[in-house]
């Protein structure tokens, strides 16, 4: 069954290592993105824009991999 074989593939790729791309890209990438939105966050939220930019540049390059 699809219930037993799932383990198997999970554990058969290694963890990907987040840390790898912020070693690519540059910070100021990441700033200027921000600001160019021309949007500004006046309160403090729980997913800064920041991180939404990692999160949708992460998105894009690993399409191609599980989400979990």
Known sequence: MLVDD???LVDA???????RLGQHLPYEWIEQAVQ?????SIRRRRLPAQQVVWLV???????HQSVS
């Open 6 to 8: 799932l383990p198997l």
């Open 13 to 19: 790729h290694p963890p990907f290592e987040w840390d």
């Open 36 to 40: 160019a939105s021309g949007s500004a």
């Open 57 to 63: 540049i992460a998105l894009a390059l690993y399409r």
